[in-house]
């Protein structure tokens, strides 16, 4: 039951992604900026950087599982998010082994991840539908809306979950 | 570590090769969604069915809220209408008395303005492209199929692009491109007709392309509106489009291009409804 708990709350978290766009103000929604929620790679992080130890990588078979759920769902192209997130939660995992886990280096660790995820998203989008928008307007209305309101998503996410992590990875390596 | 370092390049190798393959194959199967991916999608669905009812009912509740600020201009506005339309409705039913006798006459059974509606609910957006996809709560089982029309009640927003069983994506006209595009006319009372086609949307401008191809007549004005055409033998024709806002010369100067504003909100889509047309539809699927 308790090895469930962790892709239960993650499923949760692809299902919630979609219908939560119905409650952000329609201002917003018409306007040029384009936030993508990323709720599920948030979390992954976290999860990659409290529950993994330095030689697991639950959190990148996480991400490529859950990638492509959201790839199916919510897109019409396959293997793009799973690829993207698996790559970035990657990257968190590396960094994981220099830095320590504290809350400014989880949001540096984080938002240098979701970069990565997001420049491999955008330019497999753009390869795919030969959409030619200027590197400049792709900054400015899709990458800072998207990490600003990303990180505040991490913000709220971080004190509630750190502790149980922590106590899972515990258990997890006295399983073994 | 050197050992590391080479099976990670290895799997990084890998996940290249296995993105390639299913970029590759969706790229293919553009619309058709195989058995697993409809498995998936109906299951999401229906968990995304039940969260849905209470988001929904705040967000009704804060627009419910701003609305009644206005409502006492409104009902105005409205009782005015309502004695009008008392007369149109007589007027409709002699005229639709007539419409159906003469079609008798002339052994004409299904037009191409006649459809079935299926109604339904928007259930989630796509996260990474907001102005593109919606997901609806009705599929195979309530008789969706590819390449229907979705409206509301203002006007067309969009096309069945894929379905499954329980759920069905939808794409918005506001995500359309040259590969689907959707033949139209401007509704007009007198004067020369009007055609052609919706090419794709202007984000800028916040509008639709409306390229026209035939015009016989007849300037076109800012405000007239556009409805879908049965040229095209996708969609029934009559469904509102949108209004006029902008007509332009072309980069060649050889047609014109409308800009069209929708007529439907497309930043807020909840009750919509498939409209499953009565008339045999294309097989090919595709607009000329």
Same mark, same amino acid.
Do not use: C
């Given at each position: 039951?308790?090895?469930?708990?962790?892709?239960?709350?993650?499923?949760?978290? +692809?299902?919630?992604?979609?219908?939560?766009?119905?409650?952000?103000?329609?201002r917003?929604?018409?306007?040029?900026?384009?936030?993508?929620?990323?709720?599920?790679?948030?979390?992954?992080? =976290?999860?990659?950087?409290?529950?993994?130890?330095?030689?697991?990588?639950?959190a990148?078979i996480?991400?490529?599982?859950?990638?492509?759920?959201?790839?199916? +769902?919510?897109?019409?192209?396959?293997?793009?998010?799973?690829?993207?997130?698996?790559?970035?939660?990657?990257?968190?995992?590396? =960094?994981?082994?220099?830095?320590?886990?504290?809350?400014?280096l989880?949001?540096?660790?984080?938002?240098?991840? $979701?970069?990565?995820?997001? +420049?491999?998203?955008?330019?497999?989008?753009?390869?795919a539908?030969?959409?030619?928008?200027?590197?400049?307007?792709?900054?400015?209305?899709?990458?800072l809306?998207?990490?600003?309101?990303?990180?505040?998503? =991490? $913000?709220i $996410?971080?004190p509630?979950?750190?502790?149980?992590? $922590?106590?899972?990875?515990?258990?997890?390596i006295s399983?073994? | 570590?050197?050992?590391?370092?080479?099976?990670? #390049?290895?799997?990084?190798? #890998?996940?290249?090769?296995?993105?390639?393959?299913?970029?590759?194959?969706?790229?293919?199967?553009?619309?058709?969604?195989?058995?697993?991916?409809?498995?998936?999608?109906?299951?999401?669905?229906?968990?995304?069915?039940?969260?849905?009812?209470?988001?929904e009912?705040?967000?009704?509740?804060?627009?419910?809220?701003?609305?009644?600020?206005?409502?006492?201009?409104?009902? !105005?506005?409205?009782?005015? %209408?309502?004695?009008?339309?008392?007369?149109?409705?007589?007027?409709?039913? *002699?005229? %639709?008395? &007539?419409? !159906? %006798?003469?079609?008798?006459?002339?052994?004409?059974?299904?037009?191409?303005?006649?459809?079935?509606?299926?109604? @339904?609910?928007?259930?989630?957006?796509?996260?990474?492209?907001?102005?593109?996809?919606?997901? /609806?709560?009705? @599929?195979? !089982?309530?008789?969706?199929?590819?390449?229907?029309?979705?409206?509301?009640?203002?006007?067309?927003?969009?096309?069945?692009?894929?379905?499954?069983?329980?759920?069905?994506?939808?794409?918005?006209?506001?995500?359309f491109?040259?590969?689907?595009?959707?033949?139209?006319t401007?509704?007009?009372?007198?004067?020369?007709?009007?055609? @052609?086609?919706?090419?794709?949307?202007?984000?800028?401008?916040?509008?639709?392309?409306?390229? #026209?191809?035939?015009?016989?007549?007849? !300037?076109?004005?800012e405000? &007239?509106?556009?409805?879908?055409?049965?040229?095209?033998?996708?969609?029934?024709? @009559?469904?509102?489009?949108?209004? #006029?806002? *902008?007509?332009?010369?072309?980069e060649y100067?050889?047609?014109? /291009?409308?800009?069209?504003?929708?007529?439907?909100?497309?930043?807020? /889509?909840?009750?919509? /409804?498939?409209?499953?047309?009565?008339?045999?539809?294309?097989?090919?699927?595709?607009?000329?």
């Open positions: 039951m308790k090895r469930l708990f962790i892709p239960l709350i993650l499923f949760l978290l +692809v299902v919630l992604e979609g219908v939560a766009i119905g409650l952000l103000p329609e917003l929604l018409t306007s040029s900026y384009l936030i993508v929620p990323h709720w599920v790679f948030i979390a992954l992080a =976290l999860l990659s950087i409290f529950y993994d130890s330095y030689d697991t990588v639950n990148v996480y991400a490529a599982v859950f990638g492509l759920l959201i790839d199916i +769902v919510y897109t019409d192209l396959l293997g793009v998010y799973m690829f993207s997130y698996a790559v970035g939660i990657f990257v968190v995992h590396l =960094l994981k082994r220099l830095l320590i886990e504290n809350l400014l989880t949001i540096l660790m984080t938002v240098i991840g $979701l970069m990565v995820t997001e +420049v491999i998203i955008v330019a497999a989008y753009t390869l539908d030969s959409i030619n928008n200027p590197v400049q307007s792709i900054v400015i209305d899709r990458f809306p998207t990490l600003i309101a990303n990180l505040i998503f =991490l $913000l $996410l971080y509630l979950v750190t502790k149980t992590l $922590l106590k899972l990875r515990k258990q997890y399983d073994f | 570590m050197n050992f590391f370092r080479r099976k990670s #390049i290895f799997v990084l190798l #890998i996940g290249v090769i296995v993105l390639v393959v299913f970029l590759g194959y969706s790229a293919l199967n553009k619309g058709n969604k195989s058995l697993p991916e409809k498995i998936v999608s109906d299951t999401v669905g229906s968990v995304q069915n039940v969260f849905n009812v209470p988001i009912y705040v967000s009704q509740f804060f627009s419910n809220i701003s609305e009644l600020k206005n409502t006492y201009n409104e009902n !105005k506005v409205l009782r005015k %209408e309502l004695a009008e339309n008392k007369t149109l409705i007589y007027e409709l039913q *002699e005229l %639709e008395k &007539e419409n !159906k %006798e003469l079609r008798r006459m002339v052994e004409l059974e299904d037009s191409a303005r006649d459809y079935n509606p299926i109604n @339904g609910n928007v259930i989630s957006r796509s996260p990474e492209r907001w102005l593109e996809f919606v997901t /609806i709560n009705r @599929g195979t !089982k309530h008789g969706v199929k590819q390449n229907m029309a979705v409206i509301t009640v203002d006007g067309m927003i969009g096309k069945v692009q894929s379905v499954s069983n329980v759920t069905s994506t939808v794409q918005l006209i506001t995500g491109d040259q590969l689907n595009q959707i033949s139209a401007v509704s007009r009372k007198k004067g020369g007709n009007v055609f @052609g086609l919706i090419e794709g949307y202007d984000a800028k401008e916040k509008a639709l392309i409306f390229r #026209i191809i035939e015009d016989s007549g007849g !300037k076109l004005k405000g &007239e509106l556009v409805v879908s055409s049965n040229t095209g033998g996708l969609y029934p024709s @009559g469904l509102p489009i949108g209004k #006029i806002k *902008e007509v332009n010369p072309d100067g050889l047609t014109k /291009i409308a800009l069209v504003e929708p007529a439907a909100n497309m930043s807020e /889509i909840n009750q919509v /409804i498939v409209v499953d047309r009565l008339l045999e539809t294309d097989e090919d699927g595709s607009d000329e």
